[in-house]
């Protein structure tokens, strides 16, 4: 699964690493986690699958399979595995709802300006430039569900040429140095 944006995927590891993340400042976390961010990493993922194994991958935009309305589940028994479904659920399993869980909508981190969080958001999308290779759609084994979105940041990294973080060590560098820099305005 691709998630975007990719600075609600940042906040989700927040609130998922702390213990009580309203009590834990978002800063202290992004500035001194340990936590290599590897999680946020789907597109290195699938170039790990693809050239480490002989699968075949299917890579999921995950914004564009929420606005066709499809649960996460279905959409994989159905449309990856093909199982049989009915509409956009698996067959038998009509008119129940799906189980979600591990969800906080709008819980974003107190007292971070937006402006902070958009900033990170360019740098984990810039982050991503690494594997336009792999969106370019040459590789039989990928399967690319959802594409639209990957396409828009597959044109951006044209724009940007070779200026983003090459690794993800300077990716969290930068995020970091973007909270240093907006600390005193939190």
Known sequence: MYRSPKIKHLVSMWHQNCDKPTD????????STHNTLGPMDSLGMVEMFLNETDWNVALVNLEGLKKDDWDVSSFVACEILGEECKGKVLKGLQGSKPIV???????????????????????????DCNYMHILRGDNPRLSIFYPQGLQQLLNACLEIEDRYPKSRDAMKERIKEIAYNSEKLW
């Open 24 to 31: 834990d400042k978002f800063y202290e976390w992004i500035t």
């Open 101 to 127: 869980t591990n969800v906080r909508n709008g819980q974003r981190p107190p007292n971070v300006p937006n402006k902070t969080l958009d900033e990170m958001d360019v740098v984990l999308n810039q982050f």
